[in-house]
């Protein structure tokens, strides 16, 4: 049968409230990186993405800040929505452009 | 707008026995990856392909092989199944390979009885 996944982080806010999703990722000469959005049973979206010769950058919506002193991404989410509840994942890019993805983050959003 | 094609969506298996999934890039896109991804976990990367051409290749048991086509589209292989093969299996699209933005296929979800 299925082997038991690992328990994800949980991030719960209330809708119309900010959201900020965290994530450490490994490689310090990662260039690109990209968050994705999964709802469950369906394949990771592109949400945002920044390369390493900027620290933030800003779409509808959402932020993306790069620290890559400590190796730190973010996602802001302004004025969170239902719809934005779902497993949300960073991923870097390096080394021919495989994608290397950390640890996902459910966030759940409250009406 | 066109996105990445994924077949069959569901797949239900026997140990031993074999499947191929299949993938579709975006049209135009000449780059394709695969990713594993068990129950509440990231996903893996497995293979990729620039232009027909293995580019690159991660985790993937030699019991899997793939290739991708002079259409562009690939398929992943896999033999001798093992319960631990269950999960949902993605195809990533992009043109060209560095920092180029990769977008993902439904998935195909392998299930081995």
């Known amino acids: 049968g299925e082997s038991v996944g690992l328990h994800l982080p949980t991030l719960s806010v209330q809708e119309g409230d900010n959201s900020i999703i965290n994530c450490a990722y490994s490689?310090?000469?990662?260039?690109?990186f990209i968050w994705y959005k999964q709802e469950s049973g369906k394949g990771p979206q592109f949400i945002i993405d920044?390369?390493?010769?900027?620290d933030k950058r800003q779409g509808q919506r959402v932020t993306v800040l790069l620290n890559k002193t400590v190796k730190h991404l973010s996602l802001q989410i302004a004025a969170t929505q239902p719809g934005d509840s779902a497993v949300y994942f960073c991923a870097e890019n390096f080394d021919g452009g495989k994608l290397i993805f950390g640890q996902g983050t459910e966030l759940s959003v409250k009406p | 707008a066109a996105g990445v094609i994924q077949s069959p969506r569901h797949l239900i298996k026997e140990k031993r026995e074999t499947a191929t999934l299949k993938c579709y890039p975006i049209?135009?896109?000449?780059?394709v990856y695969w990713y594993q991804q068990g129950p509440g976990q990231d996903p893996q990367f497995l293979i990729s392909?620039?232009?027909?051409?293995?580019?690159d290749k991660g985790s993937i048991p030699d019991r899997f092989s793939a290739q991708q086509f002079s259409d562009y589209h690939s398929e992943l292989n896999m033999s001798s199944l093992e319960l631990g093969d269950s999960a949902l299996y993605f195809c990533?699209?992009?043109?060209?390979?560095?920092?180029?933005?990769?977008?993902f296929g439904p998935g195909t979800r392998l299930t081995v009885l």
């Open positions: 920044i390369r390493s010769n900027m």
């Open positions: 392909f620039y232009e027909k051409m293995q580019s």
């Open positions: 490689n310090s000469a990662s260039d690109y």
């Open positions: 990533a699209s992009s043109l060209g390979l560095n920092l180029n933005t990769q977008y």
């Open positions: 049209p135009r896109h000449d780059t």
